[in-house]
């Protein structure tokens, strides 16, 4: 049996944040979130992320900017910014 997805969450802004981890378990999906691009990226490593929402403008590291760093962790990922919020 394969675990549950999980998504990462990073927003500097816990009121938002908090609401997207809320919203995502409503509809049964696993998320961890953190509050700044460091912490998130501290905790990617070994981790398996099924997807990322990230946010924009993060005060220590541009949304995009992590994305590609977090896509060099995880291949699997993609880095195509389709929807930003």
Do not use: N
Not at 8 to 34: H, K, N
Not at 57 to 70: E, H
């Amino acid at each position: 049996m394969k675990d549950r997805a999980c998504f990462l969450v990073v927003d500097d802004e816990p009121i938002i944040g908090i609401f997207l981890q809320e919203a995502l378990q409503d509809v049964g999906i696993d998320s961890q979130y953190f509050k700044s691009a460091a912490s998130a990226l501290a905790a990617s490593h070994g981790a398996d992320f099924a997807a990322a929402i990230l946010d924009v403008g993060l005060p220590d590291m541009r949304g995009d900017q992590l994305a590609l760093k977090l896509r060099a962790f995880h291949p699997g990922f993609t880095h195509r910014p389709r929807d930003w919020l």
